[in-house]
């Protein structure tokens, strides 16, 4: 399959159809979708509309830029205008946002073709997309099993073919883990990267939106149009990134991989075995494997655990049934809140926000939300300091393959640790992402995380460009 | 004390002042819809407004810099500051969260100095947004007890306020009502509101205590909906005269939010504040620190104009009276200083010409339109005896009504031409012969025996007369 | 049951936060929180006297934007998708018991 550099070359060039290019995915989700569950919406209509002017347009001679006829999948909290963005929650079922998100925006500009919304956990908050108030996604690899959360719908997309490239977001790992996964590229750029500005909020100083792709090279693509400064989000890096595409063909030679000597354990011995099989294919490409500490890597958990509940329960708070979304009636204001978040919210987000709120109240914001973000500096400077001695860091995306449904039960913290590879780097603002690297138990795949710096995504993207390579090219393991 | 402030016995009020302004800004302070008063509801609004998912706040540089503006003028120091979120759940507020400052302000460590001289410490200045407003259907009087439903409009909120927060350094309800029009006439000056309490673009609550001298503060109510700066005496009077029949009656004030009632001229309970607020503040994580630099606070200072503590007392200079004076208050007030500083530059008496400004322009903000010049003439022909003070007003009133002109050319035309000496001397003798017996009581010592000769001698010359010389005249005669 | 946290508590949050929990599901919150509390002794240990917090990933001051207005939304369209609305504005129940 042709990289979507190539794909969108061949749309402005009119050797290819976007119509086509659309109806290929269309067949797809009209095959599998009712099994797999990927979407909350599928805008077919929309999408032919869009195909045919695009194609009218490179007939017109005009180009319809860099992603022309690229089918993209969006995870369901990017506001879409005039479409149904959800959040897999009943509190917003039916709320049309009047403007689209920024990234939105980019894509429709750069010529990329909406297809659907994807099923998410409810307002992101999971790792198996178990907590959808419309049902789970399956992992297309193996419907038995999840495809990993939040973003589990937007990654079973690209897997099962139903569009080209997806977006996601990541608070904790909900790109990187749900990639994993899937066996698909899933990338949480630096945080300020790209523009949050309507991406609804989950935890406003965790949450990144990124793609998700079949090949490393693809998400560059798709980075290199969604990232850069936006005026709509104050916590946007105004700086100009290089290009990403540009870095993928610099190799590593000369790279330093560091190896986290103090790495929490808890990652099953196939998943463990692909870590030590990406070292040694990094150095046979020429990188230099060398230690690193991050003492405070195991307390990412524990600081995100207050850190993000704490800014969600405030985030989520609007949702209070006067301006949008659902309503329950009630004879006052005080009543109808109460009734109307209760009915709206599913388990993991009232605990969350319980939690989060408890974090803050009167009396317990030293011990808990305070503290956490204290611990949240450690790791950051922790990282930091590893940097100084490595351009990128290896660790496992998830501790296992993907698991059947219901195999974390009800236990909320078995859930919890699905994220403990992928969240200390969103507490530390850093970029990650996971390539598929061969597969492990069940003949599942296995995802590798590359972590660096901040803004260091070139040397990032260089990693797993090589690690892609060693492992047999896009998807790994097929 | 009490002959100051009107409470009983030695006690004594401890009042703070918590000011909102709305800038007078285009737009919010977050979002770029208008900042519009008095619009159809909810026709400026915008996905920040609205507390829409995925919406985000971009601060506003000019409401910062009207907010630096208050900060110059009130003398505060200018810092490095964050915003937080205030959560709370109310239908006016979209986030569920107001942003705004919390312990690191834009403004702290002010003052505010009275026309009097008396120093109010400026705690604080800090930006927030404001929120929207609603309105109570079926109530009694609109009231929001007993009312069947509420509708609320959003286009006030996120309107950028400065919440100016003062020490408890007011001891008066005259004091804080000096205050409150002091702290307006700055507001106006420097262009960072139009701080109408009746519109509701100026806010005012009140921190009440009273405690005997020498004796710690007392527990303080918060005193909210004052909607003039008449009510607020009314309503501080009020709360300090409760707060003392409760302590004098053995019981005690339970620190609580309590509403004016305009209509019953009472503070009724709002709520209590001890099981009340968890505002579960935080760092809000949309927004990244404001940090002015030393440039951009020079910049705004140096625009600033000057203020109208600084404008009497350049008048005060200039003229003679005090600054606290009703024609320094007054002239200052209504912006026609500088006119009257021209008056001087133009050769003319600036006492002569404040009292005239203050009397023939009583209009708020009316501007002179009489050229300095002409009415620097006019004060010179009244300081050379030419014109007595009821003749130079009259000519006054023809400059005013004609837009200027020659003082002296209508003094003439108006038959003004000062007396001379002889014949107001005959004229002196003439009365005195006429009025005999006015005249024995004067030289009896009878004071008012003068006013009547004096009176007709004015009468007699048709008001030419200047009153001085006549009345010295009247006294060497007396001998 | 979790010395961090009591029933008590958890019905003070659920209040602060407006969830409607029945008794059951302070219960049942009240056991979760626990446990996820509990594993915060993590750092307890940890010496965090010198430390500074960290509010903001990237390191950014001064983002300022123009005073300049757009267009507002629609009215009509932002009032449809309302769940109750009245004369141009937004309708709820009346205002009472928002105290605590
Ligand atoms: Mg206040
Ligand atoms: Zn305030």
Redesign the interface.
Known sequence: MAGLRDTAAAVRQGSTRAADLLEANLAAIAEREAEIHAFNLVLADEARAQAASIDAAVAAGDDPGPLAGLTVALKD???TRGIA?T?SSKI?EG?????D?TVVTRLRQAGAIIVGKTNLDEFAMGSSTENSAFGPTRNPLDPSRVPGGSSGGSAAAVAAGFSAFSLGSDTGGSIRQPAALCGVVGVKP???YVS??????F???LDQIGPFTRTVADAAVVLDVIGGHD?????S??EVHPSLAVALDQGVEGLRVGRITDLPEGADPDVAERLEVAFDALRAAGATIVDVQVPAF??G???Y??IAP??A??NL??Y????????V???????????T??AG?GDEV??R???G??A???GY?DA???????????I?DDFERAYRNADVLLTPASPSVAFPFGAKGDN??AMYLCDVYTIPTN????PGMSVPFGTGADGLPVGIQVLAG?LNEPAMFRAAAALERAAGGAGGAS | MSAIDGLPGDWQMVVGLEVHVELATATKLFSASANRFGDEPNTHID?VT??????????NRQAVELAMRIGLALDCTIQPCTFH?K?Y?Y?DM????QISQYDQPLNVDGHLDLPDGTRIGIERAHLEEDTGKSTHLGGAGGRIHGSEA?L?DFNRAGVPLVEIVSRPDIRSAEQARQYVTELRAILVAVGASDAKMEEGSMRCDANVSVHRPGTPFGTRCEIKNVNSVRSLGRAIEYEARRQIDLIEAGERVVQQTRHWDEGDGRTHTLRSKEDAD?Y???LE????PLAPSAEWIQAVGDALPMLPGARRARLAGATGVAADSEAAMVVVERGQDDYVLAVGAAGGDVARALVHVKEAYADQGATPTVPAADLAALTVLETGGQLTATQAKAVLADLVANGGGDAAAIARARGFEAMDTGALEAMVDRVIAEQADAWAKFCAGEGKAMGALVGAVMKASHGKADGKAVTALLQARRG | MSER?SEA??A???R??????TGEEVQR?TA??G???E??A??DA?D?AE????????P?VN?L?DDVVAPS??RA??LA????AEDGR?R???????EG
Request: proline share 10%.
């Open positions: 909290n990017l506001c963005t959040c917003l709320w049309r946002p009047p403007y998100a630096t945080y300020g949050r500005s309507g991406l609804v909020a935890a406003s100083s005026p709509a989000d104050s916590t890096i105004p195991t307390f958990l524990t600081a655990y207050l704490a800014e329960s405030s708070a609007r209070d049934g006067v301006r949008y979304g659902l309503r009636d009630a004879p006052d204001t005080n009543t109808m809140y109460g009734a978040r209760e919210f009232k605990r926000i319980m939690l709120t408890y803050l109240s009167a914001y808990y939300y305070g503290k956490a973000l204290k611990v949240r500096r450690l950051h909320p913290l507490l530390a603002g850093h901040t | 996905p609205l507390g829409l998912p995925g919406a985000l706040p971009v601060l979120r959560n759940f239908p979209p986030k569920a969260y509420s609320i968890d579960r503040y935080f994580p949309d927004l990244v | 946290i508590d958890v003070k949050v659920a602060l936060a407006r969830l409607h929990l919150m979760q929180l446990g996820m509390l594993h915060f993590d750092v940890l965090l430390v500074e917090p960290m509010t903001q990933p990237y950014l983002v934007r939304l629609d369209e932002v998708a309302a769940p109750s937004f709820v129940p009346p205002i009472i018991g928002l």
